[in-house]
């Protein structure tokens, strides 16, 4: 029988130990090939590629002119270029150009990952349960599908990460009811999410996400505090510019953050060769755990105003209405944030462990939790489904009322499913029709926002009656996270004039994207101000 794996995509890194993870690293040779994962970055050391790109997973999904992927151009060495209103990167040989979509590169790298647990498990690998963080919008899931899909490892189930390392930590079998807040930091982004569970139902009930603050950031923050050092003592031309240098120094940085998380003085070694006048230069310095956390404060400081945010909108205004703190990925990395959140939340039990045949494997918890997910999944063609997430209404549905006014069915962050009717006092025009339309959106006038559809009752010419309109949605049968079938239904309570009932499919490819319906709310809350 062929088997289903896990994939997390957090999992998939750009510097990751390839006895963990899969890199994300894809190069370009000299000899016209494509090179993807562990390879890549060996073929990087080896100069023989003259493009590699990495960091790009951040990008699935997103528009060009996202403001994600307009920050991530002014940071990546390799070029990003717009088709079809979409990012795609260029690679360079010495005599060949090529465009790559960022589907096709996660075809790529799924390929690759399918290729390694083949080999592993010799046996042929047709179906996987993918991970992926619970900010990621319907056209960043769609996106992954799709590359799933190209790659014959087609995505069987898409969960959140949060789920994922409940699963890991067994917290989804807990007695009763459970709130836990979950610190995701990765390499780039970090995540905050309100969760709360209860029979294998997943409720979000916040979440929080940062781009631009990761691990690399606070790496980063170190490097520019050595810059000075550098400077004066050794005589480097140290600025900000030079990112051969600051490329070091991060590498520095991140072996000597983890080395604090055991020890209060992690050591900074460093051979480099001046561009001033050629000579060899050796660095040798130290970094204390208190000269990291200060340096690296305003960050800790963003999280900690990331954590105040998410627990403001769950409404957890009490420590009590928390049962614990998750710090997953690579969170359980960071020195100063465990006792940053342990100060402001004193009576929450943290976990920060998950021990792995006598190792603690908390940074990848997510993927553990993957694999279980995939074995549950596995066995849903047999029992009834064991694990339910429930999503939340991005935008509310209602229909034109009098005066062009949005009539509210389902308000925006309602739990998905959802069901609703509304009766309403309407007259048959002479023509003996009554024309009722639906809308998606936050602003009070109904034009204002995006028509969905349009249901039209017949009846007697100019006569008064009672409408009742409803509207149901439900999550797609399978549990996929990629659509939402919405059902729409008008009848004549007096009159016994019924329109048969509309069933809409809500595709991510036909719906707002996450900006977009951020701007929108808050456009709306200006225009209602």
């Known amino acids: 029988m062929p088997y289903s794996i896990p994939i997390n995509v957090n999992n998939i890194d750009s510097d990751a130990d390839a006895s963990v993870s899969m890199p994300s690293a894809i190069a370009f040779t000299d000899d016209g090939e494509f090179v993807v994962g562990v390879d890549a970055n060996t073929t ?73 647990a083949e080999a592993y498990l010799q046996r042929p690998v047709l179906l996987a349960v993918y991970a992926v963080p619970g900010h990621w919008n319907d056209q960043q899931r769609i996106a992954l599908k799709t590359a799933s899909e190209a790659s014959l490892l087609p995505a069987r189930r898409i969960f959140n990460d949060y789920m994922a390392a409940s699963m890991a930590l067994e917290i989804d079998q807990w007695p009763g009811e459970v709130q836990m807040l979950v610190v995701d930091v990765e390499r780039l982004s970090f995540e905050i999410s309100a969760v709360y569970v209860d029979s294998g139902v997943f409720e979000s009930l916040a979440i929080d996400e940062n781009p631009n603050v990761g691990e690399l950031a606070f790496h980063q923050n170190v490097a520019e505090h050595l810059l000075p050092l550098l400077a004066s003592q050794y005589g480097l031309a140290a600025n900000c510019n030079n990112e051969t240098l600051l490329g070091a120094l991060r590498h520095q940085a991140s072996l000597a953050m983890r080395r604090l998380l055991d020890s209060d003085t992690a050591p900074i070694e460093l051979d480099w060769i001046s561009a001033i006048d050629g000579r060899a230069v050796r660095v040798n310095e130290s970094i204390t755990r208190a000269q990291f956390v200060a340096t ?44 940053s959140i342990a100060s402001t939340l004193a009576a929450v039990k943290i976990i920060d462990e998950l021990d792995v045949g006598g190792t603690n494997r908390m940074p990848e918890a997510v993927a553990f939790g993957a694999a279980i997910l995939a074995a549950t999944v596995a066995a849903e063609s047999a029992e009834p489904p064991r694990l339910r997430c429930k999503k939340l209404l991005p935008l509310s549905i209602g229909f034109k009322g009098h005066d062009d006014r949005l009539v509210v069915l389902l308000p925006r962050n309602s739990f998905v499913p959802a069901k609703r009717s509304i009766e309403i006092q309407e007259t048959y025009d002479h023509e003996g029709r009554i024309k009722i339309e639906f809308f998606e959106g936050e602003f009070s006038i109904a034009r204002r926002n995006y028509k969905r559809h349009e249901l039209e009752l017949i009846g007697p010419p100019s006569t008064h009656t009672t409408i009742e309109v409803m509207a149901v949605i439900e999550p797609e049968l399978q549990g996929s996270l990629f659509e939402d079938s919405l059902q729409l239904l008008a009848r004549d309570l007096i009159h016994g ?3 048969p009932q509309t069933r809409v499919c809500l595709l991510a490819a036909d719906r707002l994207s996450y900006e977009e319906i951020e701007e929108m709310i808050k456009e709306a809350e200006e225009v209602s101000q």
């Open 497 to 499: 004039e019924v329109e």
């Open 44 to 116: 990087d050391g080896n100069n023989t590629a003259t493009t590699v790109v990495f960091d790009w997973l951040p990008l699935l999904g997103r528009h060009y002119m996202d403001p994600v992927v307009q920050g991530h151009i002014r940071r990546v060495p390799y070029r990003v270029i717009e088709r079809h209103g979409m990012p795609s990167i260029e690679f360079r040989s010495r005599d060949r150009v090529l465009y790559r979509t960022l589907i096709e590169l996660c075809s790529m790298l799924i390929s690759a990952l399918k290729s390694r």
């Open 296 to 339: 690296n404060q305003e960050l800790l400081n963003v999280v900690a105003s990331s954590i105040n945010k998410v627990l403001s909108t769950a409404g957890w205004t009490n420590q009590t209405d928390m049962s614990c703190v998750v710090l997953a990925g690579r969170a359980t990395r960071i020195p100063g944030l465990k006792s």
